[in-house]
């Protein structure tokens, strides 16, 4: 069974310049979660999805930051306009109703510079 | 609020050694789940243990164990006759029992395993 898929891997952009992420969790999944994970640090909820409804989204810096998940299935998450702070890994992850099978994907990696 | 604590930010060990990575953790909830994660070099967060917070019972997995007390909210994760392949950072973590939830994670413990 294939795992949550990211991409991309890697991402460099200059200051200012938009940026996407996208996640395609694993089949059968509703629940979906896009964290940040500062160097050095864990990772952070940034927002989860219950099916296509976002129902926390309370870490989403929402000036700057967006995501959807338009047919309840895959996600993206959006920065305009990026800043040097927002340097980090972007995980995915998705699991069941009750949190079973709670899986990450490998992460995208942007640099802003 | 939830917190997890990860007093160790960094340890180094000979191969073979025996090692402990601490975690405690706080939460008003009377229901819970814990958890660790391994995150090797390459970046992804590899799932190790989740467990129920009714389920005091200590886990032993090969070279791996958990100690988890209740009365002194700490998790502890011990790896026996240590690997140079176990050399990661390793995240402690806490989430809610009821259905889909966040994860709350410690800011991890660097190991490193000398040859």
């Known amino acids: 069974e294939a795992g949550v898929v990211q991409s991309p891997r890697y991402k460099i952009i200059e200051k200012k310049q938009p940026v996407a992420f996208w996640c395609n969790p694993i089949?059968?999944?509703?629940?979906l979660y896009w964290y940040l994970q500062n160097l050095g640090q864990g990772p952070e909820l940034l927002i989860r999805?219950?099916?296509?409804?976002?129902?926390?989204d309370s870490q989403l810096p929402k000036d700057r930051f967006s995501a959807e998940r338009l047919k309840g299935v895959d996600s993206t998450l959006k920065i305009q306009p990026a800043e040097l702070g927002d340097s980090a890994v972007y995980l995915c992850?998705?699991?069941?109703?009750?949190?079973?099978?709670?899986?990450f994907g490998s992460g995208t990696r942007l640099t802003v510079v | 609020a939830q917190k997890v604590t990860q007093a160790q930010t960094e340890i180094s060990v000979v191969e073979k050694e025996d090692v402990t990575l601490d975690c405690v953790y706080e939460?008003?909830?009377?229901?819970?789940?814990l958890f660790w994660y391994k995150q090797p070099p390459s970046g992804e967060l590899v799932f190790l243990i989740r467990?129920?917070?009714?389920?005091?019972q200590n886990e032993i997995s090969g070279r791996y164990s958990w100690n988890f007390q209740k009365s002194t909210s700490s998790f502890n994760f011990t790896i026996t006759a240590s690997q140079v392949v176990d050399s990661a950072v390793y995240f402690c973590?806490?989430?809610?029992?009821?259905?889909?939830?966040?994860?709350?994670f410690g800011s991890g413990t660097r190991l490193s395993i000398r040859p």
């Open positions: 939460t008003r909830d009377t229901t819970y789940y």
């Open positions: 089949s059968g999944h509703n629940t």
């Open positions: 999805y219950e099916n296509e409804e976002a129902v926390d």
């Open positions: 992850a998705s699991s069941g109703n009750r949190g079973d099978g709670y899986t």
């Open positions: 973590a806490l989430s809610e029992a009821r259905g889909a939830s966040k994860i709350i």
């Open positions: 467990r129920n917070s009714f389920d005091e």
